[in-house]
């Protein structure tokens, strides 16, 4: 059967049995490509999960919220990213030569990075269960990140981008991950892994996103409508870089911590003056971009909640989670009903 399947495949595919034109052919392997890569963007989803999970692993360790939810929430994160992955590499995705191009594809390049920050993360959480284990799937997972960030950088710096306008997205692997990194080695107890990796993520933060504000103010009606989402990625690495410091610093909150703060609220604030533009006229998945840097702010906010014993400091840790929760289920919600909509259009 699966014989005869791939000789139907390959005649589908030959040019001269079809009578196929070559702009038929270059149609048919943009499809494909588009196909395969939308797998990996669509991780974004994944991650957002994970980010929500993180939020409520704070509130677990500030003020013992109920456990199960973050466990369920790793766990559909998890179930999220094995499907997506098992999709991609069914679409020709264990092909070197298609790693390779789709690594370098433009716009959805830097997406390849979620895969092994959903690994650290989830490595992270889980190893309350069995450290060893969490130790060698992390370990696995950050070198999978320094290997992607560090090729996409080389990719970039010899003239990759040079007709590609810059956003936000490309910071997820080049200083989020490595902050991400920092963050989990912490938590696994590896304090000198932690320093290496905050080390990275703070001279790229500043390298790297200098050179993307800078294109941003200069070209920023070149980016397109659908990537617009990717702006709201500039809170991930002032909260993301907060939380790797508090994780180090066993939760003290002090100057360098609300150094951080400082950042993360002044990008909140540039972020929604951005709203106005971040608007897309109808729901996509995209959209599920939006998630992580929420989830990731809320979580370095109820760290610094608690660590500064702010006023209240309960509530606004039941409001953050509560928040980012229903964001959650919003998404998930539109998701659900977008999908049910094309299948039925398809029908």
Request: positive net charge.
């Amino acid at each position: 059967m699966s014989t005869v399947h791939q000789q139907h495949v390959g005649s589908a595919q030959s040019p001269q049995s079809t009578n196929a034109t070559p702009a038929d052919v270059a149609a048919a392997s943009a499809k494909r490509i588009q196909e395969r890569t939308s797998r990996i963007s669509l991780l974004s989803t994944s991650l957002g999960t994970a980010g929500v999970g993180g939020a409520w692993d704070s509130a677990v360790a500030t003020l013992d919220a109920p456990q199960v939810v973050s466990d369920v929430l790793f766990a559909m994160s998890g179930l999220i990213w094995i499907l997506l992955l098992v999709q991609y590499l069914g679409r020709g995705g264990w092909r070197f030569r298609h790693i390779s191009h789709d690594l370098h594809h433009p716009q959805l390049g830097f997406a390849f990075a979620y895969i092994p920050i959903i690994g650290m993360l989830a490595a992270g959480h889980f190893s309350r269960l069995d450290l060893t284990s969490a130790r060698w799937v992390y370990a696995v997972s950050a070198a999978l990140t320094v290997a992607v960030a560090a090729r996409l950088l080389a990719h970039w710096v010899t003239g990759g981008l040079r007709s590609t306008p810059l956003h936000p997205g490309y910071l997820l692997p080049l200083s989020s991950g490595p902050f991400i990194a920092s963050s989990v080695a912490s938590s696994l107890l590896w304090p000198h892994a932690a320093a290496s990796f905050f080390a990275v993520g703070v001279l790229y933060w500043l390298a790297f996103g200098t050179v993307i504000l800078v294109n941003l103010v200069h070209s920023a009606s070149d980016l397109p409508a659908v990537a617009r989402p990717t702006l709201s990625v500039l809170i991930v690495p002032p909260a993301t870089g907060g939380l790797a410091w508090v994780a180090a610093h066993r939760g003290m909150v002090d100057q360098m911590t609300y150094g951080f703060l400082g950042l993360l609220i002044f990008t909140i604030l540039i972020t929604l003056f951005l709203l106005p533009q971040l608007r897309q006229p109808n729901f996509h998945q995209g959209i599920w971009v939006f998630l992580f840097p929420a989830a990731a702010s809320s979580n370095f906010l109820i760290r610094w909640v608690h660590g500064a014993d702010v006023p209240n400091w309960h509530f606004i840790t039941w409001a953050l989670v509560t928040l980012v929760s229903a964001a959650l289920l919003v998404l998930a919600a539109a998701t659900l009903k977008v999908t049910l909509r094309e299948r039925n259009l398809k029908r």
